[in-house]
Nanobody
Framework: VQLQAFGGGFVQAGGSLRLSCAASEHTFSRGAMGWFRQAPGKEREFVAAIRGDAGMYYYHDSVKGRFTLSRDNAKNTVYLQMNSLKPEDTAVYYC??????????????????WGQGTQVTVSS
């Protein structure tokens, strides 16, 4: 299974970006898809995830109310709409997938599949 992430870029603080992640196969309907990010010198951080079998969404506290995760099952794609971006959101964003759901959605080691990463830069 391959995950391809799109949509990163450069934006001023307060702006918006939408990231997309397309899966080559529809294998996450009983698992999870989501996003992590990693800023220079920092550990990889959970951003958001969707539980495939229940349609439940999970967000890191720092992005709640600003980021929205959604999915298009027909296209095997998830989207991360990022609004009110802040300089501290600057990072490489990685799309992730796991075939079978478990409660460790915030743990990067929980995910079997990773996309290539897309850079998001927010200027102050």
């Amino acid at each position: 299974v391959q995950l391809q992430a799109f949509g990163g870029g450069f934006v001023q603080a307060g702006g918006s970006l939408r990231l997309s992640c397309a899966a080559s196969e529809h294998t996450f309907s009983r698992g999870a898809m989501g996003w992590f990010r990693q800023a220079p010198g920092k550990e990889r951080e959970f951003v958001a995830a969707i539980r495939g079998d229940a349609g439940m969404y999970y967000y890191h506290d720092s992005v709640k109310g600003r980021f929205t995760l959604s999915r298009d099952n027909a296209k095997n794609t998830v989207y991360l709409q990022m609004n009110s971006l802040k300089p501290e959101d600057t990072a490489v964003y990685y799309c992730v997938g796991r075939a079978i759901w478990n409660a460790q959605y915030h743990n990067p080691r929980n995910y079997e599949h990773w996309g290539q990463g897309t850079q998001v830069t927010v200027s102050s």
